[in-house]
């Protein structure tokens, strides 16, 4: 079983309290890259061997990923950073709806499951506190492969019929270069017969991950990283030991706590062509960033804090993922900044709790207009999304007095020992027990999250 490896209170009846203004020296460890880790599991399914997948981050959501493997019958052991995953009795078409209800990405065993099966039934997996996110995309590509879908009660159920249970390879276009959906339908592709192009794909790092980690199993991938990717489908998959990318959001997280904290601190590994827009963003906030030997990344403060537009875009653009962060550090720029999200239509909700801190954010549609602020004033605020209780973080590591940040289960399922990592940079903060405290706030829109996590 997987856990991980906290042994502070759990993170929905727990507050981090952080005295803020204390800068930051030293050298911060990377994790493993989560939204790798997460698709790599589902991967693993499409191998009738076991395999070993290293570096894997100590976070909730891996641990229920590993929980969904367990449910399709799938032989899942967890020792130190390394997971063990043995797919040979994979058995099981159907993924529970109380799994897949908490953890979206464990949609993602969608393609495997019609791979190697022929047949899945996976929950949808419903809108999320950033968004609607459709599946739309990952249906009509495993369609466009041959396979027969239909959503029935809320479930997708998907057949391959005739064939021997085989998808068929095809060309796909997808209409916008959605992550999951290339990942999905790559996964699909790697055990169909004949060849895939995806047009328009996704090219993240954690895409070509993915394309990594099934070659190493064997599979034929070509063009990971560009927006087109062929896949010449092979009759089965190998066992193979792989080792994840650095999470460059934890990386991009760790740089911005520096940057508004005017800090210099080392960071490693890193990989930095995966973090070429947000370096860029952090070079034209004032920040200095020098990437150094063996994937270490040298972050040194500017004197201020420049005021500086950004806008999300799929990869190689500015990520979403670091939008709020970003946003923490404008609120303590020289001057007027627009921040624009593009990818998620519901991924601000962090404005209101900044404000709380004393920032001015005005909201005008998927923008956000920062007037950057002398200072911050640490206050009780409520985080409302994984990306959201960072950016808390970030301006709680920054602000006047104590910040008292609640609704930590969001943090505990994407950052691996975050308070730990920030605690041994000299950070000042510790996670209580929430009834220990005597004030707790609600999120500044009044609306609290219980749907699916990111
Ligand atoms: N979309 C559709 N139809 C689809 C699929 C996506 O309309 O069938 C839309 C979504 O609604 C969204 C946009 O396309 O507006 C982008 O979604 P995408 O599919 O690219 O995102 P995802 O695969 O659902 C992954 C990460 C997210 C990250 C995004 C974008 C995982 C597990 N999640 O989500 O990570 O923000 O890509 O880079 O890989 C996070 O880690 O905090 C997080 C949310």
């Keep these: 079983m997987i856990t991980p490896n906290s042994s502070a209170p759990d993170g929905a009846n727990s507050v981090l309290e952080i005295w803020g203004r204390h800068s930051l020296s030293g050298q911060v460890q990377i994790s493993g890259a989560k939204n790798s880790a997460l698709v790599v599991m589902a991967g693993a399914l499409l191998c009738s061997q076991d395999c070993r997948i290293r570096n894997i981050p100590s976070l909730v959501d891996v641990a229920r990923m590993g929980e969904v493997l367990l449910a399709l019958g799938v032989k899942v052991e967890h020792s130190n950073d390394t997971l063990t995953i043995d797919s040979t009795h994979l058995s099981h078409s159907r993924a529970p709806y109380e799994l897949v209800s908490q953890l979206r990405a464990s949609f993602f065993v969608i393609g495997p499951l019609l791979a190697r099966l022929g047949v899945a039934r996976v929950p949808l997996p419903g809108g999320c506190a950033i968004g609607a996110r459709p599946v739309d995309l990952h249906v009509r590509g495993l369609r466009a492969m041959g396979a027969e879908v239909h959503i029935d009660h809320g479930t997708v159920h998907a057949c391959v019929r005739g064939s021997r249970g085989r998808l068929q390879g095809a060309r796909i276009y997808l209409d916008y270069p959605s992550v999951g959906a290339t990942e999905t339908l790559m996964m699909a592709a790697t055990l169909a017969d004949g060849e895939t192009i995806i047009e328009n794909a996704a090219q993240e790092p954690e895409v070509v991950d993915l394309a990594n980690f099934c070659r190493a199993m064997g599979a034929r991938i070509r063009g990971a990283g560009t927006n087109t990717i062929t896949i010449s489908g092979v009759p089965s998959l190998h066992s193979t030991d792989y080792s994840i990318i650095p999470d460059r959001i934890e990386a991009g997280t760790f740089l911005i706590a520096a940057a508004i904290t005017g800090s210099e601190i080392t960071l490693s590994p890193v990989i930095p062509d995966h973090l070429t827009a947000v370096i860029a963003k952090l070079r034209e906030a004032g920040a200095e960033i020098i990437p150094e030997v063996h994937n270490r990344l040298r972050i040194k403060a500017g004197p201020q804090i420049l005021a500086t537009d950004t806008q999300t875009r799929p990869f190689p653009g500015f990520p979403t993922d670091m939008q709020a962060q970003f946003m923490a550090l404008m609120t303590l720029s020289n001057g007027n900044s627009m921040i624009t999200e593009t990818v998620f239509e519901n991924r601000l909700r962090h404005v209101g709790e900044l404000v709380r801190m004393g920032a001015d954010i005005r909201m005008k549609g998927n923008c956000a207009i920062v007037r950057g602020v002398p200072c ?42 975050l308070e730990h990592k920030l605690q041994q940079l000299g950070a000042k903060l510790q996670r209580i027990q929430a009834e220990t405290t005597d004030e707790v706030a609600q999120p500044a829109e009044a609306t609290v999250t219980t749907a699916a996590g990111e």
């Design 376 to 417: 911050l004033a640490g206050a009780p605020v409520t985080a409302t999304d994984l990306r959201a209780s960072a950016a808390l973080v970030i301006a709680g590591l920054a602000a006047e007095g104590k910040t008292q940040i609640q609704g930590l289960q969001h943090l505990d399922r994407g950052y691996d020992n």
